[in-house]
Each structure stands twice: as structure tokens, then as C-alpha cells.
């Protein structure tokens, strides 16, 4: 049976171990075509590092969380402008009018950190052991490092957190009307970004801001059942804001993917000691044969959960060398391979008269898209125009 005290450690774990996850799966892999992994990647290590801190502090690591202390507040104070940097290169937005005030919002931590480390290195041993322990005696109420560390931890957690969810939204609002402003001038501009997604990340990252700071005002380091209580707000908006910013990236990746090019190594080259695969000519326009025959007569893309080993078991060859077909001879990926084909099964189902009574959530799922957001920015990149624009146009068309 659990116990009251391994339930609190558990709550305490889980977070972790929820950023580590998204933290190391935004960072480490590598597409150098999604400008948003990385500032997204930054966002959730510095939700991890917080989480880490609190672990030392409640969990009795006293001796860890004196030294992490100094970057505790700074930590807390970079994850707002973390999110600021993501969505200004998610949107492309970098003139001149927008640099300063994003720099701006890094300077608080950047002071706090500093304070911080004046102020305790004016402490003695035992008075930093006061500080931390919240015990001030009436010789170190006097103490001028204790008072300034004092300050900071008031006006850091109060002043600068408020200033932060205040002043930010306003910010972004004026960098979403801009990106907005440009896409409707160009209408094949970004169509891969979700407004909706980018949202309910910042709101999940203000929930996680505003959880910690109650946290610090409101929970003793000594309190542990109430703290894990507040661990399971900081496991919930976490956990939003790494789904949705995953799905982000991977959105980004399959509507960046209908139109692009592979980027081929060259036949006999050699990357450390794996050989490039090859296949001969000859082989390559059979299978080029059977793929097209396959699609033209089961539709394999209607399936939305199709894979390309399903695909290469249908038609009798190894996934490799289906692989090496598309990137190949098609100059293509799976994903931009597929949903070129989809995009045509929802133009045909868009101009069929018997579908006018669905809406366009429907046309994309019976064209076999997962979301309505990969069958909007797919369509709107390959098309020119939105699901229901085209629709508009057909009606417009049909009429003249």
C-alpha cells in the first residue's frame, strides 16, 4: 500500500520526469526545418530545472538547494520570455520594434540572479542557514545581505512575475495582429502555424509560473504533502504546454514535407561506415509501377494511420527500398508523398455536389488527415488557398 509520504514523492518525480521527455525530445532531435524546436526545447528545460529545484527543496536536499537557490527566481522569471522568443520565430517576427522589449523581458532574471549572488555571499554560514530556514533572528534582522535577499525574493515573486503576465500578452497580442496582417497579404505565409495551440501553451506556462510563485509564497520547505499537491497544477500545465508544442512541431513537419525536396547523398559515398542504399533503374520504375497501381486502385491514403511498411508490405518489397523510391526517384518523404495524394481525394470530395452538407472537418478526415490542422496547411500550401475557400470558388465557379 502506498503511503501518504511515497505519494507526495511520486507527485514530486512526475513532473520531472514529464519535462525531461519533452525537454529531451524538442532538443535532441534533429530537423534543422523547424525553427520553433529550439526556443520550444529551451522552454521545457527551464520548466525541468524549476522542477528540479523544488525537488531539492522539499525532498530534504537542503544542502543541493542552498546553491540552486541563486538561480531558483531567475529560472521562474526565463520561462515567460522563453515563450515570447518561440512564438516571434514561430511567426517570423524580427524587425527592429520587437528585439528590444523580448531582450527586456530576459533583463529581470538576468538582475535577480546577480542580487542574488551579492546577497548571499554577504552572509555568514550561519545566517545563510537562517535565511534558508526562514528563522531570522533579531542580530540578523539587521543584516543588510539578509534584508536585500529578502527583497529580491518579495518584489522577484510578486513586481516582476505580475509585470511579466501583464505586460506579455499585450506583446504578443501586437505580434499576432502583425503576423496576422502578413498573412492575409500572402496567403501561402506560414500555414502551418495554430493560433489555438500557441494559446493554450502560454496560458498552460502562465498556470505553471503562477503554481510555482503561490508555491513559494504560500508552502514551508518542510510542508511536503502540500507542496505535492501543488505538483499535480504544475504536472497539468507542464504537461499542455509540452503535448501542444510537440504537436506544433510535428504539424510544422508534415506540411513543410508536402512540397520539399530530399536532400540526397551521392551514390557511393560513404557516411562513417554505412553504405548510401541503392537500387538499380530497372527496379526502381517497377516499383514506381506497383506504388501507383496500388494508390490508383485501394486508396491506401484514406487510412489515417497509415505507414510506409504498410505500404511496402502491400505492394511485396522492404521498407527500405520503397524509402529509397520516394526520397529517390519522387524527390519526396512519406508524409509530403501521402498527403499530396490526399489533397487531391479532398478536392474531389470539395467539388462532389453530394458533400455540400459536410463540413470541413469531415472532408479531411475522409481524405484521411489526422487533424484539421495538417489538412488546412497541407491544402492551403499545395492549393493557394483554405478548405473552404475553395469551396467558396467552386460554388463561384459553378455559377458563372
Given amino acids: 500500500m502506498i503511503s501518504l509520504d511515497n505519494l507526495s514523492v511520486i507527485l514530486f518525480i512526475l513532473p520531472a520526469y514529464q519535462m525531461s521527455f519533452y525537454a529531451v525530445q524538442l532538443i535532441t532531435l534533429k530537423n534543422n526545418k523547424i525553427p520553433s524546436r529550439r526556443p520550444l526545447g529551451l522552454l521545457m528545460f527551464l520548466m525541468l530545472v524549476y522542477v528540479v529545484i523544488n525537488i531539492s527543496r522539499y525532498l530534504g536536499y537542503s544542502n543541493v538547494y542552498r546553491y540552486l537557490y541563486i538561480i531558483q527566481l531567475?529560472?521562474?522569471?526565463?520561462?515567460?520570455?522563453?515563450?515570447?522568443?518561440?512564438?516571434?520565430?514561430?511567426?517570423?517576427?524580427?524587425?527592429?520594434?520587437?528585439?528590444?522589449?523580448l531582450i527586456f523581458c530576459f533583463l529581470p532574471a538576468l538582475f535577480v540572479m546577480?542580487?542574488?549572488?551579492?546577497?548571499?555571499?554577504?552572509?555568514?554560514t550561519m545566517e545563510r542557514g537562517l535565511f534558508f530556514s526562514g528563522v531570522i533572528s533579531s542580530l540578523s534582522a539587521h543584516?543588510?545581505?539578509?534584508?536585500?535577499?529578502?527583497?529580491?525574493?518579495l518584489i522577484g515573486n510578486t513586481l516582476l512575475v505580475v509585470m511579466q503576465i501583464v505586460v506579455v500578452p499585450f506583446k504578443l497580442r501586437h505580434v499576432f495582429l502583425k503576423f496576422k496582417e502578413r498573412q492575409n497579404n500572402d496567403a501561402l505565409l506560414d500555414n502551418y502555424f495554430e493560433a489555438g495551440w500557441s494559446l493554450l501553451i502560454f496560458i498552460a506556462v502562465i498556470g505553471f509560473v503562477l503554481i510555482n510563485t503561490l508555491l513559494n509564497f504560500f508552502v514551508t520547505e518542510y510542508n511536503t504533502t502540500l507542496a505535492?499537491?501543488?505538483?499535480?497544477?504544475?504536472?497539468?500545465?507542464?504537461?499542455?504546454?509540452?503535448?501542444?508544442?510537440?504537436?506544433?512541431?510535428k504539424i510544422f513537419l508534415?506540411?513543410?514535407?508536402?512540397n520539399g525536396r530530399v536532400q540526397l547523398k551521392n551514390k557511393g559515398k560513404e557516411s562513417g561506415s554505412k553504405k548510401e542504399y541503392s537500387i538499380t533503374p530497372e527496379e526502381s520504375k517497377e516499383i514506381l509501377l506497383r506504388l501507383k497501381k496500388?494508390?490508383?486502385?485501394?486508396?491506401?491514403?484514406?487510412?489515417?494511420?497509415?505507414?510506409?511498411?504498410?505500404?511496402?508490405?502491400?505492394?511485396?518489397i522492404s521498407k527500405h527500398k520503397l524509402t529509397y523510391v520516394i526520397n529517390h526517384d519522387l524527390g519526396s518523404n512519406f508524409y509530403g508523398f501521402i498527403n499530396k495524394y490526399r489533397v487531391s481525394e479532398a478536392e474531389r470530395l470539395i467539388m462532389e455536389p453530394d458533400n455540400r452538407k459536410y463540413n470541413m472537418d469531415i472532408i479531411g478526415e475522409m481524405a484521411g488527415f489526422q487533424s484539421k490542422s495538417s489538412f488546412n496547411g497541407c491544402f492551403k500550401k499545395l492549393t493557394g488557398m483554405t478548405p473552404s475557400a475553395y469551396r467558396r470558388n467552386c460554388k463561384t465557379n459553378r455559377f458563372e
Fill in 294 to 316: 496500388f494508390f490508383a486502385s485501394d486508396k491506401p491514403y484514406l487510412d489515417k494511420k497509415l505507414r510506409v511498411i504498410d505500404i511496402a508490405r502491400k505492394i511485396g
Fill in 114 to 124: 546577480v542580487l542574488n549572488i551579492v546577497s548571499l555571499l554577504g552572509m555568514t
Fill in 228 to 249: 505535492a499537491l501543488f505538483n499535480i497544477g504544475i504536472l497539468f500545465t507542464g504537461g499542455l504546454a509540452g503535448y501542444f508544442a510537440l504537436k506544433q512541431d
Fill in 74 to 101: 531567475p529560472v521562474l522569471l526565463s520561462i515567460i520570455p522563453s515563450y515570447c522568443l518561440y512564438f516571434r520565430i514561430l511567426t517570423k517576427i524580427a524587425d527592429k520594434v520587437l528585439i528590444k522589449p
Fill in 254 to 258: 508534415k506540411i513543410a514535407e508536402v
Fill in 143 to 153: 543584516n543588510m545581505a539578509i534584508n536585500l535577499a529578502s527583497v529580491i525574493f
